[in-house]
């Protein structure tokens, strides 16, 4: 902050109360969380009102400023990392609830409400809204909009576009799109609110939005189980399909190397089966209304599953403790990765038929390049998605494996592509994929999405450098 | 046909066995359901491959002809009418189901398979493609996409947006948008196809998709009850979502008026209750799973309603027949109002918990206009989706009606608008409701949807005077 682009005083000038010169306020959000990325800032800025915002994005527009929207700060893409010659704009202090529809189940937010508070807001109405991510204490309802968040949840209740009923949107020149609509059917014209979500900053600044909430379940019942292989695991899933339907609320996966991580790293961790297995299953199904057989359905969900082969062993949680121990392996694999040296990692998706197939197959692509590799592939395996996530081996150093990674990458996505599936599931593109979204976004749909950008920030102020 | 445009020969020679003549054929094309729009058209096309369609497209792209779309004809806004100068473009014979995933759940069909055959395909594979729709059987997919269509299972599976995962879209200008993605996640840039569905073919041909299929539940109830205000149909569906959650596939009201018309006008229809009530529910429930206490848990709801006092009388069906038989007094309403005179008509929603209050407003609105109006105000009261239709007084004449219905509807509009309402809910906009989309689509939306309008279509090709 020591040189101050020419037009910062009279930004300063125009919004004294937004703009923050405090290096201590500031200097937290210029760091990406996982460290790879050192921002800057020409000026920030935290506004208060939408009105500060269309006011600042007049602006910048006037000055060809560029503007880099910041929400939580806890991307891994590089999305929302400032640039000494523009503004970093932080929703952080945008932060009111504005409006509770218990009846209509709806919310009206600001965009810089932690997604935490949301969550606990409409439990107060004895209501839920399901997104769940690691980072849900710290993160944004904006970011989680402009990414089009996913987590444990999506199997059930789908991404976070899915969870908005109206958007409001300040865009690159200044207009308010106010589509704060809490309709459930509205056939009126392009659907907006769904090219602004997922756009990662580049179109526009979210600033409101009206959040679905969902009924409460009153049992939530938590299974963990072993299979040996990927083709049982896609067994079980579809056997729990024709048991719960939409019932199931979480299904994910995680392999032992990764259970050996968390039980290594992690404070008090158990060993939840008696024995080693390839792979573990955790899953929670849920219920409504004022009595539930949830638990005896589980059980004979999972009773059917050991008959078949599909399972080795199961256990359903006897209680929340223990549901909790078992979602702390998964939800710790990442900080107990980071704990055994350096990680190549990949956010992908697959057509679930093919994740067995792609997993073998993916397996024998990055041990032939690095033998002594350890996979720690874990994810939403209901939603085809695995963090593909590769450790460092005992017996190479960091540098050297990292260097390999870049080599092993490239390939990994070849093969992502070849059986349909994507290199970017729900972490998003930001500055590190731009590569990849040129190369594997089929047919024309690169060139539209640059017509559409060309179209609503012709002069490219908005995260620039973010997709394309 | 008698006066063939000039450009007719060269597109005939150029795909000669999707250029179809025989007027007998190309009749029922050229009228809209209701009666209300005749059209006409330069030339009629039915291709058979996409590649035909691509090259129709680089045709008119190049001759500046217009193009309307159409699917199975089943729209009531004038949304697919052919022109004089113009192709009408039939995607009736591009119609296969190109694929099935059974194991991951989808479904990739051509825009020209009816709706119907997409369903009882997936039924075959004992899964289900939840959207039902009256024109079930005529509607084509291509259509419910380019109108994101509704139909009575929103309230649990979403609209036609909500069931696709992957779109295939000819632009206007030829370029092949391939979104044929299988993936339940997929972050990687801007979400195009939620930018052509319900964009009612201003944007480019829809010719392919890839649909979600859901688990088919193994168990479905069927209530029909009575309230005597929509407060208290209200508090029905509050009480259902909490003892069900989203295991309420359908939550449907009717007037007792409408009764009156089924009863006098069906073939065989029985007053379903013993007593005249003011407002009739109707609701499917579901449930997945070898075991099944749908049935309690039903009567369940239902007798905590009524000891409530939010229902005055009410039945589970004691077998499919009679479950069919309540559905079709539901699905023979509007057949019914035709045979009672004319009907001025209004596909509205609200915010759920705006609806009693606006029935109140909206009736006495009508009345003050129009005193011996017969109100015929049914539909999707779970999404707050409203099929507003007013009947034709006894001791009025059809045209006297009809010019009033011209002074009713804007005020009605206006209504619902200062309830935060929609003009249309699931209908669409196309040739009827364009002065209303400018209007009503707040901020500034409409000036947003012209802009991407004019950077994808800049000829003004694609189906002109539909939206605009």
């Known amino acids: ?230 083709d049982h695991m896609l067994s079980v899933f579809h056997l729990f399909r024709r048991h719960f339907g939409d ?28 024995h080693e297995h390839a792979w573990y299953g955790l899953v929670d199904v849920v219920a409504y209304g004022p009595t539930s057989d949830l638990t005896d359905r589980l059980m004979g969900a999972l009773t059917v599953a050991i008959e078949q082969g599909w399972v080795k062993d199961g256990v359903c949680a006897q209680n929340l403790t223990q549901a909790q121990a078992w979602w702390a392996l998964r939800e710790g694999m990442s900080a107990a990765q980071k704990k055994e040296g350096g990680s190549v990692k990949h956010d992908i998706a697959l057509p679930i038929a093919q994740v067995p197939a792609f997993m073998t197959a993916a397996a024998a692509l990055v041990l032939s390049l690095c033998p002594t590799a350890r996979l720690c592939t874990f994810g939403h395996v209901g939603d085809g998605n695995i963090h593909y996530n590769i450790t460092q081996p005992v017996d190479m150093d960091r540098a050297a494996f990292m260097a390999l990674g870049a080599e092993i990458t490239p390939a990994l996505y070849d093969l992502v592509a070849s059986y349909g599936g994507t290199f970017s599931a729900e972490h998003g593109v930001g500055r590190i994929k731009r590569t990849e979204l040129a190369a594997y976004r089929g047919g024309q749909a690169y060139s539209v999405m640059q017509q559409i950008k060309a179209q609503l920030d012709p002069q490219g102020i908005m995260n620039p450098e973010v997709l394309f």
């Open 1 to 230: 902050m020591t040189s101050r682009p020419l037009w910062f005083d009279d930004l300063q000038a125009l919004m004294p109360t937004a703009v923050v010169t405090q290096e201590a306020v500031i200097a937290p959000h210029l760091e990406e969380s996982r460290g790879r990325f050192q921002g800057a800032c020409g000026a920030f800025v935290q506004p208060q009102t939408v009105d500060q915002v269309q006011r600042l994005m007049r602006f910048c527009a006037d000055r060809q400023i560029p503007i880099v929207p910041q929400g939580g700060n806890t991307g891994h893409v590089g999305g929302a990392v400032g640039r000494a010659d523009g503004v970093l704009l932080s929703l952080s202090k945008l932060n009111k609830i504005r409006a509770v529809d218990p009846i209509g189940g709806t919310m009206t937010v600001d965009a810089g409400c932690i997604l935490q508070t949301v969550q606990q807001e409409a439990d107060r109405h004895d209501l839920l809204f399901p997104l769940s991510l690691a980072s849900e204490g710290s993160c944004q309802i904006g970011g989680t909009l402009a990414t089009n968040a996913g987590g444990v949840h999506v199997v059930k209740y789908g991404t976070m576009r899915d969870l908005v009923l109206g958007l409001e949107v300040v865009l690159a020149d200044g207009r308010i799109v106010d589509g704060l609509s809490a309709l459930a059917k509205d056939n009126t014209g392009y659907d907006l609110k769904h090219l602004f979500m997922g756009s990662e900053g580049t179109l526009g600044v979210i600033t409101g939005a009206v959040l679905k909430l969902s009924q409460k379940p009153t049992a939530r019942e938590t299974a963990l189980f072993s299979c040996e292989s990927m």
């Open 247 to 274: 019932g199931i609320e979480a299904f994910e996966m995680m392999p032992r190397f990764g259970i050996d991580l968390a039980l290594r790293h992690t404070e008090g961790a158990r060993d939840p089966l008696d």
